[in-house]
């Protein structure tokens, strides 16, 4: 399936850290960059952090910078988001999204992810 699949979110506590994943189809994967968005209630969907098809460029939102790390694996299909520090203002849906370009626009991203929920307490 061209769809990428989330998984890895839930709950943790302010300074806490989890890893998100997001599994793509093989045909397509690596052909494409991958990015990571999130939603938080009542709030437009923002930019997280993207990494080039090569997997040699990547892209922060500054609110994430130095916290969050984007990766991928290829033998797995697999894109990776490990977030540290994770503040409560993290808390949103985060769907990962594939797309031709590494970029910030959201517009630009084909496939899109159904999400997975990370939620960070006090």
């Known amino acids: 399936q061209v769809q990428p699949v989330e998984s890895g979110g839930g709950l943790v506590q302010a300074g806490g850290s989890l890893r998100l994943s997001c599994r793509g189809d093989?045909?397509?994967?690596?052909?494409?960059?991958m990015g990571w968005f999130r939603q938080a209630p009542g709030k437009e969907r923002e930019f997280v952090a993207t990494?080039?098809?090569?997997?040699?460029?990547?892209l922060y939102a500054d609110s994430v910078k130095g916290r969050f790390t984007i990766s991928r694996a290829y033998a797995d299909n697999t894109v990776y988001l490990q977030m540290n520090m994770l503040k409560p203002e993290d808390t949103a849906v985060y769907h990962c999204a594939a797309s031709p370009y590494d970029s910030d626009d959201d517009k630009r991203y084909i496939y899109w992810g159904q999400g997975t929920q990370v939620t960070v307490s006090d």
């Open positions: 093989g045909r397509t994967f690596s052909h494409y960059a």
């Open positions: 990494i080039s098809w090569t997997g040699s460029r990547t």
